[in-house]
């Protein structure tokens, strides 16, 4: 399993058939370290963004038939061209990567969902691509698990992006239930800031309920490691609750029970 934003997508895990193992690795090999170049280090945003858009540069070159020379997109273009990959999907989170550099704030939740729609839902579009699985069900379905995912990581990194200088909580949700980012600064966990954790970690949970249906279409591998993904999910939600939404001080991680658990709910749970 990956970290940061990409933790709770399967990356080439004994379930995932050999045929397909090298072009899941090249995915989330090209999704960390862009991600990584958007993220972490001192550089400035200039130059984030410059090296990002090499990234985009060699995309094109794959585009035009031509063969990089960086290993990384060397494999990558083997993947791309094996599996008939859609370049729009890369191009979308080099998009995401990039309004990480220049937007540390998002106004409402369709704001945010854009951004999850470039971030995390290529990953799972992606995936089922090289399942050989289409059709507009499945891909709203997968879009659904791949927000809820990244919902589930930005409550459980609040404490985290705000020493990055970012805030993913919606403005108009904060100011609904009547929370300033002096709450984040300071770390309060009063009543306010408990409901409006609540209703996020409420919302993520809903968009990972409404994906679950899409684990029944699917091979029986893919079917177990969604389970597992979606299982994750759910339990890093349910620990933010647990703590009531106190992650400043109880960051929630995924500990050995709960793969226990993970593994019987992907076995045993519809």
Request: net charge neutral; with cysteine; glycine share 6%.
């Amino acid at each position: 399993m990956s970290v940061a934003h990409y933790e709770n997508f399967p990356v080439a895990s004994w379930l995932a058939p050999p045929a397909i193992r090298p072009a899941i690795v090249s995915i989330y090999e090209f999704a960390r370290n862009a991600d990584d170049i958007a993220d972490e280090g001192n550089d400035p945003a200039a130059t984030r963004l410059a090296r990002l858009d090499a990234y985009s540069f060699e995309l094109d070159r794959i585009a035009k038939g031509e063969m990089p020379n960086d290993p990384l997109f060397a494999r990558l273009t083997a993947a791309i061209r094996r599996h008939d990959l859609p370049l729009d999907a890369f191009r979308a989170l080099l998009s995401a990567f990039r309004q990480d550099v220049v937007k540390p704030r998002y106004r409402d939740f369709t704001d945010l969902a854009d951004y999850c729609a470039r971030s995390a839902n290529p990953i799972g579009r992606l995936l089922l691509h090289l399942y050989e699985i289409s059709g507009s069900e499945p891909f709203r379905q997968a879009d659904s698990i791949c927000t809820g995912l990244q919902l589930a990581n930005f409550w459980q990194d609040i404490a985290v992006d705000w020493g990055k200088g970012r805030v993913y909580l919606p403005q108009n949700d904060m100011a609904r239930f009547g929370v300033s980012e002096a709450h984040i600064a300071a770390g309060r966990c009063d009543e306010r800031w408990e409901r409006l954790v609540g209703f996020e970690v409420d919302r993520a949970r809903g968009m990972l309920e409404s994906g679950r249906p899409l684990a029944q279409a699917l091979p029986l591998r893919l079917k177990l490691e969604l389970r597992m993904v979606i299982a994750g999910g759910l339990r890093i939600l349910a620990a933010i609750d647990h703590v009531r939404g106190d992650v400043f001080r109880h960051r929630p991680i995924l500990r050995r029970r709960d793969w226990s658990a993970m593994a019987v709910s992907a076995l045993f749970n519809a």
